[in-house]
């Protein structure tokens, strides 16, 4: 090979050893067959969905019945005391409806004024288990025995016939006061009677002690006032 031949560059092809540059790649531009666009339009519909009822529930309110005044066990309900309003609620089902026939049904338990009405709170006056009992204590009655107090009764004997302390023993404990009426300035005792609930189980012990020679207290349970 002369001089000539060995400078002149070699521009006719190229030797085997020399690296070829692969081919560009282009991307193409998904279309609406694409199964990833389908799934991306799928998901984003399911969230739109989804918050719209998320929304739409957490506004939505309900008519339930509340108490316009403080329900006692054994109380007749008169629909005046309960009335609608509309609330958010997310278990419905535990709370009185508006419109719900009211005849018929009696508290079972204590509802404060202006509490939503729990279905549990109210049953028919044939499943009532309670029975009001008048009682006109001798002793001074606590300003906090008012309709809807928890109280305990005691039974005082009389004194004995040596003239002795005789040790009051208890009738019954956490009864529900149905009741506070005042008599008049000539009544004898406290001249208050208190119509306390009780239970039918107790009911023949709290009879007997009122027909015994002493008198039943009424002693009031501190924090015992329902609501």
């Known amino acids: ?27 193409r531009r998904p ?9 991306g339009l799928v998901l984003l519909g399911a969230s739109v969905v989804l918050g719209s009822f998320v929304v739409s ?17 054994g109380q007749q309900i008169d629909p005046g005391v309960l009335v609608p309003r509309e609330v958010r609620l997310h278990d419905v089902g535990l709370y009185l409806p508006a419109g719900v026939d009211l005849d018929g049904l009696v508290a079972v338990r204590a ?26 204590p001798e002793g001074p009655v606590a300003s906090g025995v008012v309709a809807g107090a928890a109280v305990d009764l005691w039974f005082v004997p009389a004194a004995g016939r ?3 302390a005789v040790e009051p023993r208890p009738l019954a404990e956490g ?8 008599a008049g300035r000539l009544a ?7 119509h306390v609930l009780v239970d039918l189980a107790t009911l023949p012990h709290v009879l007997a002690a009122l027909a015994e020679d002493g008198s039943v207290e009424i002693v009031h349970v501190p924090g015992g006032l329902s609501g």
Do not use: K
Not at 2 to 18: C, Q, V
Not at 115 to 124: F, G, I, M
């Open 1 to 27: 090979m002369t001089t000539t031949e060995a400078s002149r560059p070699m521009t006719a092809g190229r030797t085997a050893a020399e690296p070829v540059s692969p081919a560009a790649v282009r991307l």
């Open 31 to 39: 279309g609406w067959r694409d199964p990833r666009l389908l799934v």
């Open 57 to 73: 529930s957490a506004s939505r309110t309900v008519p339930v019945l509340v108490a316009d005044e403080a329900l006692v066990p």
């Open 111 to 136: 509802v404060a004024a202006g509490e939503l009405v729990p279905r549990s709170a109210l049953a028919r006056d044939t499943e009532l288990d309670l029975r009001p009992v008048a009682i006109t």
């Open 162 to 164: 040596d003239g002795g």
């Open 175 to 182: 009864l529900t006061v149905a009741e506070v009426t005042e």
């Open 188 to 194: 004898v005792g406290s001249g208050v009677t208190v």
